[in-house]
Each structure stands twice: as structure tokens, then as C-alpha cells.
């Protein structure tokens, strides 16, 4: 890929600590997390938001683990904002007190996106491994009336799709411009998860039906946006909208990622900001160039119509289920890889023991790899 | 356009006075040289017009005192009071002015 034709980021991902007080069933950190410990300090963050911001990044997400287990968050919040970035938090929640909000709003904190499990208190903790459900409402509250713009966004899946109704009637009364419906996307903490998670067809097409009809219905009231399951859907999923092409992923030691889950496709190696300038690594580092544009494509996707649409897919999905990151997505039915969706869509849900994302279970996961096959 | 169908008009149009809505701030984009709506999910590249105009929605203006300014900066035009009602009627069907 020539430099000319290189556009800039637009979108910074700042995964500030992997600490959290949930233990979600899907979450979207590496299944290693325990591993990383040497967060960035205050000062490298802001470096890194001032760097972002020079070479074209407009909006900044800051997220964990829970960002909100960072004491300095006002303090990158101010730094990012006289940077210019737009800045999105996106939180459980949980830590988060008025004054701490208006603190946060002062200091140029432009939206929140709160993450609830379910509609039902008794689902919703379950799913969190935590009490947290009712803790999350307060927070809601305290966001409207503080009066911080607020998207709600529920993870959906077996366990809670037939409550999807509840789940944006919710959002409507706590007052969010915005509900995102998100299907579980099958990585990380998910994938160990999957069987568990699962939806059924029938299930789905339900949930896909009845937000459809919501976001008619509730047009002028708030965005209603569901996010499909790509297992289900029979074509890949845009991912990142294409590797390299739009947003860096910090994580919490300072690797620069091309997503959240990159750094489970062996063999890449990411370099940190703490000692490489952000615009050469987005620009030089052999991780984001990996799978850049379209040239390293094999087929189907070297020949297909959508390949400029879909990017054929996501790398780490094509490495976890077809163990080549350069293949199609076997999410897409062309992909000769596609019976590995189709056996998962037919394995039983019942008898299976959910894992909790915990630092226990991330460092007993990790010693197996290691000294495993894998 | 499929605007038409998505919009409903304003319940009291000849007295509002648009505004961004929360959580949308404009600014300039330093490397492109234009300015640029932000919000949460993404950005907006905005022309010479639409920028002046979203300028203009700062909920002292009226549509009419905004199509008027348009028309001194921009030169007058009689489609230029239905061009700025139709961009603001599009940005409000997005929620990105209220």
C-alpha cells in the first residue's frame, strides 16, 4: 500500500486498564488479560491522545475493562478535549457518582455509552457475575440528568432475546438518544462462551423482527440499531471496517492494535507507544499492515464483489475457526470454512457450565495455552 | 428523497430556532481544511454552505433569519430559503439538530 494513499485513522480505541468489577460472559477483552499490568501512566496516555489527534484521529472511546477504575480519567479527559478529540466513555457504570460525572462533563466528556445485560435485574446479573443491574439504572438516571447525551447498549444473546422489547422500552424511559442491541460477537471471552450463548434461528429472527418494527415505531424518540449475529446471517461482518483503515486500538500496556481481539492471531507483534510515534505505526508496523486493503486476499474473496464492502470479514475470526487469519470469514457462506459455523449452530445449549471472565480464570486459560498445543 | 418520507415537519416551525443537539459539536478538521460534525457513532464532513449553516444553528436563529444570512453570504437565490429548510429538516431527521 503506497503512503499516498493511506487514509488517516479516525477513531482511537483507548482500552485504559483491563481491571472491571463485572465478570461478563462475553467480553471482548483477551482471554489473557491477567497477563498485562503495567498500565500506562497519565502522562503516556496523554501523549498518545496528542499524537491521535495530529494525525487525523476525531473521536476518541474510552474503555477497559472500566475506565472508570482509573483515578486520573477527569484528568485524560481534559487532555484529550484541549486536544479536540470527541470523547465517548463507554462504562458499566459502576463508579460512577454525580459529582464525578460533572467533573467528567466539565472537563469535555461529550457522550456516555452505558453498558446494561438485560432488562430483567435476576438476567442481568447473572450474565454479569455481579449485582450491578440496579447500580446501572442510578447511573442512567444521573446521566439524563445531568444531562450528558447517552446511548444504551445491551450485548444480546440466548439469555436475554426474548426480552429485547423490555430492553428499549427501558431505554426509552431512562431517557438514552440511542439503544444499541448488539449480538454477541464470538470472540475472546464469548467464544469460550458460545454454546452457552448461543441463539437459536428462531429465537433471532424474533429479536431482528421486533427491533425492525421499534426503530419505525420510534423514529424521532431514539435510534433504535440492532447489530446482527454474523454466525446467523450467512455473509461476514464489515469488521473494523476494514483492518487498518479507520481505528487503532490501544490496549492497557500501550500496544497499538488494529482491533480488540488482534492480539489473539499468533504471530503478529504490535508495537507499543510507549516507544514507537503513533503516525509510523499506523503508517509502517507490520500488524497494521497485515491485512491492508485488498492485495492479500486469497479466494473467495480475491474475486468478490463485495470485497471492498465486507474486507472479507474478520481476520481473528478466520484465524480462531479456520486457523489461517488469511482466509475468508467462515461466516460468509462462500467461505470454504463455513461448516465450522454450521457445526457451531448445531451444538446443543444444554449442560454447559459458563465461564466468568475473572483474572483467575484468564491466568489458568493462559497456563493451559502455554503449555498446551496451543 | 427519502427524506420526505422520514421527516415529520417541525410542530411549530415559524418559531424555531435550531440548535445542535446534544452530544453534536462542529470543528474543524485541521489536515482537510474543512469542518466537521461530530458525534457519537461518526463525523460529518460538511461543505462551505452546510457549514455556515449549522454556524447559524445556535437557537437564536430562526429558519427564516438563517436562510436570510445565507443568502448575503452566499448570494441571493430564490431556492436558497427551501435548500436551507431541506438541510435542516435532514439534519434533524438524524437527530443531529433539534
Known amino acids: 500500500m503506497s503512503i499516498a494513499a493511506l487514509a488517516p485513522p479516525r477513531s482511537l480505541v483507548a482500552e485504559l486498564t483491563y481491571r472491571c468489577p463485572l465478570g461478563c460472559l462475553y467480553?471482548?477483552?483477551?482471554?489473557?488479560?491477567?497477563?498485562?499490568?503495567?498500565?500506562?501512566?497519565?502522562?503516556?496516555?496523554?501523549?498518545?491522545?496528542a499524537q491521535a489527534a495530529q494525525i487525523g484521529v476525531l473521536q476518541l472511546h474510552l474503555t477497559g475493562g472500566e475506565p472508570l477504575l482509573r483515578d486520573d480519567l477527569t484528568e485524560l479527559v481534559a487532555s484529550a478535549h484541549a486536544c479536540g478529540l470527541y470523547i465517548n466513555l463507554i462504562t458499566s457504570g459502576l463508579g460512577l457518582s454525580g459529582s464525578r460525572l460533572a467533573a467528567l462533563r466539565d472537563a469535555g466528556l461529550d457522550h456516555v455509552q452505558l453498558s446494561l445485560q438485560d432488562a430483567d435485574e435476576a438476567g442481568a446479573d447473572q450474565v454479569a457475575g455481579a449485582r450491578a443491574h440496579r447500580r446501572k439504572l442510578e447511573v442512567a438516571r444521573t446521566v439524563a440528568r445531568l444531562k450528558v447525551p447517552l446511548t444504551l447498549n445491551f450485548v444480546v444473546h440466548r439469555l436475554n432475546l426474548d426480552r429485547l422489547g423490555a430492553m428499549i422500552d427501558l431505554a426509552v424511559g431512562l431517557g438514552a438518544r440511542r439503544v444499541e442491541l448488539?449480538?454477541?460477537?464470538?470472540?475472546?471471552?464469548?467464544?469460550?462462551?458460545?454454546?452457552?450463548?448461543m441463539p437459536s434461528r428462531a429465537q433471532n429472527d424474533r429479536a431482528e423482527a421486533l427491533a425492525r418494527a421499534a426503530a419505525a415505531r420510534l423514529r424521532g424518540v431514539i435510534e433504535v440499531a440492532f447489530v446482527r449475529n454474523d454466525y446467523l446471517v450467512g455473509a461476514p461482518k464489515p469488521c473494523?471496517?476494514?483492518?487498518?483503515r479507520g481505528t487503532i486500538v490501544i490496549d492497557p500496556a500501550g500496544r497499538a492494535l488494529p482491533c480488540q481481539a488482534a492480539a489473539s492471531i499468533p504471530g503478529l507483534e504490535f508495537a507499543n507507544v510507549r516507544t514507537h510515534p503513533l503516525g509510523a505505526i499506523w503508517r509502517d508496523s507490520p500488524a497494521f499492515n497485515a491485512w491492508r486493503g485488498v492485495a492479500w486476499m486469497k479466494e473467495p474473496c480475491r474475486s468478490c464483489a463485495m470485497r471492498e464492502r465486507d474486507f472479507g470479514g474478520c481476520r481473528c475470526q478466520a484465524f480462531a475457526l479456520a486457523g489461517d487469519p488469511a482466509a475468508a470469514d467462515p461466516a460468509c457462506e462462500l467461505s470454504p470454512h463455513?461448516?465450522?459455523?454450521?457445526?457451531?449452530?448445531?451444538?446443543?445449549?444444554?449442560?454447559?457450565?459458563?465461564?466468568?471472565?475473572?483474572?483467575?480464570?484468564s491466568r489458568a486459560v493462559s497456563v493451559a495455552r502455554t503449555s498446551g498445543k496451543n | 428523497m427519502e427524506r420526505r418520507e422520514l421527516t415529520s415537519p417541525h410542530p411549530d416551525a415559524a418559531r424555531w430556532r435550531p440548535r445542535l443537539a446534544a452530544g453534536v459539536r462542529m470543528r474543524m478538521d485541521p489536515a482537510a481544511g474543512r469542518?466537521?460534525?461530530?458525534f457519537p457513532e461518526a463525523a460529518l464532513e460538511l461543505n462551505e454552505t452546510a457549514a455556515a449553516i449549522i454556524r447559524l444553528c445556535d437557537g437564536r436563529h430562526p429558519l427564516a433569519a438563517i436562510a436570510g444570512e445565507l443568502a448575503r453570504e452566499f448570494g441571493a437565490d430564490a431556492k436558497i430559503a427551501d435548500e436551507v429548510a431541506d438541510f435542516v429538516a435532514a439534519m434533524r431527521a438524524r437527530r443531529l439538530v433539534e
Request: aromatic share 12%; net charge negative; with cysteine.
Open chain 1, 27 to 49: 467480553c471482548s477483552n483477551p482471554i489473557d488479560f491477567a497477563r498485562s499490568q503495567d498500565e500506562l501512566t497519565t502522562a503516556e496516555w496523554q501523549a498518545a491522545f
Open chain 1, 182 to 197: 448488539a449480538s454477541a460477537q464470538f470472540h475472546g471471552w464469548a467464544l469460550l462462551n458460545r454454546r452457552y450463548l
Open chain 1, 240 to 244: 473494523m471496517g476494514g483492518w487498518g
Open chain 1, 338 to 361: 463455513h461448516d465450522a459455523i454450521r457445526a457451531a449452530l448445531a451444538e446443543p445449549s444444554e449442560n454447559v457450565e459458563p465461564v466468568y471472565r475473572a483474572a483467575r480464570a
Open chain 2, 35 to 38: 469542518a466537521l460534525l461530530l
